[in-house]
Nanobody
Framework: QVQLVESGGGLVQPGGSLRLSCAASGSIFSRNTMTWYRQAPGKQRELVAGITSGGNTNYASSVKGRFTISRDNAKNTVYLQMNSLKPEDTAVYYC??????WGQGTQVTVSS
Protein backbone atom coordinates (compact mmCIF):
# COMPACT_ATOMS: atom_id res chain seq x y z
CA GLN A 1 0.00 0.00 0.00
CA VAL A 2 1.42 3.37 -1.03
CA GLN A 3 0.70 6.48 0.98
CA LEU A 4 1.54 10.04 -0.06
CA VAL A 5 1.68 12.83 2.49
CA GLU A 6 1.94 16.45 1.33
CA SER A 7 3.16 19.29 3.51
CA GLY A 8 4.36 22.86 3.22
CA GLY A 9 1.19 24.66 2.24
CA GLY A 10 0.00 27.83 3.89
CA LEU A 11 -0.83 31.50 3.48
CA VAL A 12 1.66 33.68 1.64
CA GLN A 13 1.59 37.18 0.21
CA PRO A 14 1.77 37.78 -3.55
CA GLY A 15 5.37 37.56 -4.70
CA GLY A 16 6.27 35.20 -1.90
CA SER A 17 7.54 31.63 -1.95
CA LEU A 18 6.59 28.24 -0.59
CA ARG A 19 8.07 24.78 -0.89
CA LEU A 20 5.75 21.82 -0.94
CA SER A 21 6.90 18.32 -0.06
CA CYS A 22 5.31 14.97 -0.76
CA ALA A 23 6.66 11.95 1.07
CA ALA A 24 5.84 8.49 -0.23
CA SER A 25 5.81 5.19 1.61
CA GLY A 26 6.74 1.95 -0.07
CA SER A 27 9.51 0.95 -2.42
CA ILE A 28 8.17 2.02 -5.82
CA PHE A 29 8.82 5.74 -5.59
CA SER A 30 12.08 5.84 -7.53
CA ARG A 31 10.63 3.94 -10.49
CA ASN A 32 7.65 6.22 -11.01
CA THR A 33 6.87 9.60 -12.47
CA MET A 34 5.74 12.05 -9.82
CA THR A 35 3.39 14.90 -10.56
CA TRP A 36 1.86 17.87 -8.79
CA TYR A 37 -1.69 18.90 -9.53
CA ARG A 38 -3.83 21.68 -8.14
CA GLN A 39 -7.52 22.38 -7.85
CA ALA A 40 -8.97 25.81 -7.22
CA PRO A 41 -12.53 26.28 -5.98
CA GLY A 42 -15.03 25.69 -8.77
CA LYS A 43 -12.35 24.56 -11.21
CA GLN A 44 -11.09 21.26 -12.52
CA ARG A 45 -7.93 19.70 -11.19
CA GLU A 46 -4.98 20.65 -13.40
CA LEU A 47 -1.46 19.42 -13.90
CA VAL A 48 1.16 21.76 -12.50
CA ALA A 49 4.46 19.92 -12.94
CA GLY A 50 5.86 16.45 -13.39
CA ILE A 51 9.20 14.70 -13.03
CA THR A 52 10.08 11.30 -14.44
CA SER A 53 12.13 8.62 -12.73
CA GLY A 54 15.05 9.85 -14.83
CA GLY A 55 14.64 13.44 -13.76
CA ASN A 56 13.00 14.92 -16.85
CA THR A 57 10.57 17.67 -15.96
CA ASN A 58 7.58 19.40 -17.49
CA TYR A 59 5.49 22.35 -16.37
CA ALA A 60 2.19 23.99 -17.05
CA SER A 61 2.70 27.18 -19.00
CA SER A 62 1.14 29.17 -16.17
CA VAL A 63 3.91 28.20 -13.74
CA LYS A 64 6.93 27.79 -16.01
CA GLY A 65 9.82 29.92 -14.79
CA ARG A 66 8.29 30.31 -11.33
CA PHE A 67 7.91 26.75 -10.05
CA THR A 68 10.54 24.01 -9.87
CA ILE A 69 9.85 20.33 -9.30
CA SER A 70 12.55 18.07 -7.92
CA ARG A 71 12.86 14.68 -6.28
CA ASP A 72 15.05 12.93 -3.74
CA ASN A 73 14.80 9.20 -4.31
CA ALA A 74 16.79 8.44 -1.15
CA LYS A 75 14.06 10.17 0.86
CA ASN A 76 11.12 9.03 -1.30
CA THR A 77 10.15 12.68 -1.56
CA VAL A 78 9.17 15.05 -4.34
CA TYR A 79 9.25 18.81 -3.93
CA LEU A 80 7.61 21.78 -5.57
CA GLN A 81 9.42 25.07 -5.07
CA MET A 82 7.01 27.88 -5.82
CA ASN A 83 8.35 31.41 -6.28
CA SER A 84 6.74 34.68 -7.34
CA LEU A 85 3.38 33.39 -6.19
CA LYS A 86 0.23 35.01 -7.51
CA PRO A 87 -3.32 35.03 -6.16
CA GLU A 88 -4.34 32.76 -9.04
CA ASP A 89 -1.99 30.10 -7.66
CA THR A 90 -4.39 29.68 -4.74
CA ALA A 91 -5.58 26.05 -4.73
CA VAL A 92 -5.31 22.71 -3.02
CA TYR A 93 -2.13 21.07 -4.29
CA TYR A 94 -1.95 17.31 -4.68
CA CYS A 95 0.92 15.00 -5.48
CA UNK A 96 0.48 11.86 -7.52
CA UNK A 97 2.62 8.77 -7.89
CA UNK A 98 2.44 7.18 -11.31
CA UNK A 99 -1.11 6.95 -12.59
CA UNK A 100 -2.80 5.72 -9.47
CA UNK A 101 -1.90 7.12 -6.08
CA TRP A 102 -2.89 10.54 -4.74
CA GLY A 103 -2.03 12.45 -1.63
CA GLN A 104 -4.63 14.16 0.54
CA GLY A 105 -3.70 17.65 -0.64
CA THR A 106 -2.29 20.76 0.98
CA GLN A 107 -3.87 24.21 0.80
CA VAL A 108 -1.93 27.10 -0.72
CA THR A 109 -3.44 30.55 -0.35
CA VAL A 110 -1.83 33.59 -1.95
CA SER A 111 -3.35 36.77 -0.58
CA SER A 112 -2.40 40.10 0.88
Amino acid sequence: QVQLVESGGGLVQPGGSLRLSCAASGSIFSRNTMTWYRQAPGKQRELVAGITSGGNTNYASSVKGRFTISRDNAKNTVYLQMNSLKPEDTAVYYCRLGNGYWGQGTQVTVSS
